[in-house]
């Protein structure tokens, strides 16, 4: 193991050495729930699935945390234009996005925690912190009261987001109640939000201590202390690895290590801080009102349900901290590319037939594994991958590929579907409804003990493609 990540917070490649190799702490910035998620944010999601899937791959223990957003401004502002209440517009909504983890194959995380099952632990956060002189109380004109963080307390602000003292300095005359906001607006922020009517039912009336008195402060969290709060109360005070998207790491994760290092009074928050560059369309950004925005359901309305698959190669075959340019074109090449690899895993399987594996391909694994350990970085390690099925090519069509040496490559290139996850090899045709009503027949007359016609059937199904065995489990299908 001697796996080296880009720390955002150093900016440097570091070696990476978790507190514990057999619980490697992992927390990423998971979906607010109010929409379909967007390819850009399915491509740092498949970046996370494929660092985890290495991590674990690499021998390591992963406990691996990713948090949904289940109150928010969008999400309040479109749970009434729907005409629903927060909690069933949302539980809506997760729905998709647990199906789109499964559109592009990516593995569950551990957790899943709700912002709204960590009210009561963002309370108390926020309680120290206003103990602490971290954070105050203000109250507003319409009534309401909202505390805010105290920017300037705390001295190591702007360090993961490069912001000078002189910005930081002019953040500490102002106030920012919105929870996304750009770096000349940086400002205190927003921790417990006062509750305007306009808001609805969607509140909490937490008693906290201000100033030794205390006071119901009608409302609800911000977005930046869920993730302090959430990544505490499942994997500790301190962390190993913090994922996001490029456009997280200001303000909210700046906001994040603020809040959680103020609070626990333990430095650093997070030990590596990786971000996965922002996914461009045609060279420039993906917008709405661009017209070039795409979903995962767009996706797959336009490219087919293969394209799901081929998107995952595109986005897990080139370096995360490269930008990524979508377009149909790099679609098409990565189905190009899966066909050729779903091929070769084919012609090995068969030519390998029962053999061990020889030692062919154990340097393209080590090229594949050098490239991993060296950031993930993906597209050397695919690189190598080529080379050996290339190379398992031309010895087969030379007649010197031994089914020993099949075996051999055929486990490398099983290691680089695995950790990237490509579902190599995996039969992706179904029976057509024709050819299954057969086999349903075919399982009723067996049933029924009619042997004559259940071998009847079984000859008609390898006329048409589908080769039948019978087995102690029921019948066995191959689509030939
Ligand atoms: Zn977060």
């Avoid at 001697?2 to 720390?7: A, E, G, W, Y």
């Avoid at 709405?288 to 394209?307: I, P, R, Y």
């Avoid at 579907?417 to 057509?432: E, F, K, M, P, Y």
């Avoid at 000859?459 to 489990?473: C, F, H, M, P, S």
Wanted: overall charge negative; aromatic content about 8%; proline content about 3%.
């Amino acid at each position: 193991m001697s796996l080296k990540v880009h720390d955002s917070l150093t900016r440097r490649l570091v070696p990476f050495e978790p507190a514990d190799p057999n619980r490697v702490t992992v927390y990423a910035c998971g979906p607010t729930v109010y929409n379909h998620a967007h390819i850009g944010n399915w491509s740092a999601n498949i970046t996370w699935d494929v660092l985890v899937r290495w991590l674990r791959a690499s021998g390591y223990g992963v406990h691996y945390v990713m948090n949904i957003t289940d109150v928010e401004d969008k999400i309040i502002r479109d749970s009434q234009a729907a005409g629903e209440d927060r909690a069933t517009f949302t539980q809506r909504w997760i729905g998709v996005f647990f199906e789109g983890l499964d559109t592009f194959g990516c593995l569950h995380a551990d957790d899943f925690p709700l912002a709204t099952q960590h009210v009561d632990g963002m309370v108390a956060m926020i309680q120290v912190l206003l103990d602490k002189r971290h954070a105050y109380l203000v109250d507003d004109e319409d009534g309401s009261a909202s505390i805010y963080y105290r920017v300037a307390s705390f001295e190591h602000y702007g360090e993961l987001a490069n912001l000078s003292q002189a910005d930081i300095r002019a953040g500490g005359s102002g106030r920012v109640k919105a929870d996304e906001y750009e770096k000349e607006n940086v400002g205190d922020f927003a921790l417990w939000k006062g509750w305007v009517p306009s808001e609805g039912d969607v509140f909490w009336e937490p008693t906290f201590t201000v100033d030794g008195t205390p006071r119901v402060v009608k409302g609800r969290p911000g977005w930046h202390i869920e993730c302090s709060v959430m990544s505490t109360a499942i994997l500790g005070d301190q962390i190993d690895i913090h994922l996001g998207g490029e456009d997280l790491r200001f303000p909210h994760h700046e906001n994040e290590i603020a809040q959680s290092e103020a609070a626990t009074g333990k430095r650093p928050f997070v030990r590596y801080w990786m971000h996965r560059q922002h996914l461009r369309v045609g060279g420039g950004k993906m917008a709405k009102s661009l017209g070039n925005f795409h979903t995962a359901e767009d996706l797959v309305a336009h490219g087919g349900a293969s394209a799901a698959r081929e998107f995952r190669y595109l986005v897990a075959s080139a370096h995360y901290r490269k930008p990524i340019d979508f377009s149909w074109d790099g679609v098409a090449a990565a189905a190009r590319t899966l066909r050729n690899l779903d091929d070769a895993w084919r012609r090995l399987v068969k030519h390998a037939g029962d053999a061990s594996p020889s030692d062919f391909g154990q340097d393209a694994e080590a090229a594949f594994r050098r490239a991993m350990d060296n950031d993930l970085e993906t597209s050397g390690a695919m690189a190598a991958i080529h080379g050996l099925v290339g190379e398992a090519n031309r010895r087969a069509e030379a007649g010197t590929l031994t089914p020993e040496d099949a075996a051999g490559a055929l486990r490398v290139v099983r290691l680089a579907s695995d950790v990237l996850g490509l579902g190599l090899g995996a039969d992706r045709r179904q029976l057509t409804p024709e050819q299954q009503a057969l086999v349903d027949q075919r399982q009723a007359a067996r049933d029924a003990q009619e042997w004559a016609e259940s071998d009847r059937l079984r000859d008609v199904l390898l006329e048409r493609g589908v080769q039948v065995k019978d087995t102690k489990d029921g019948q066995e299908i191959t689509l030939l």
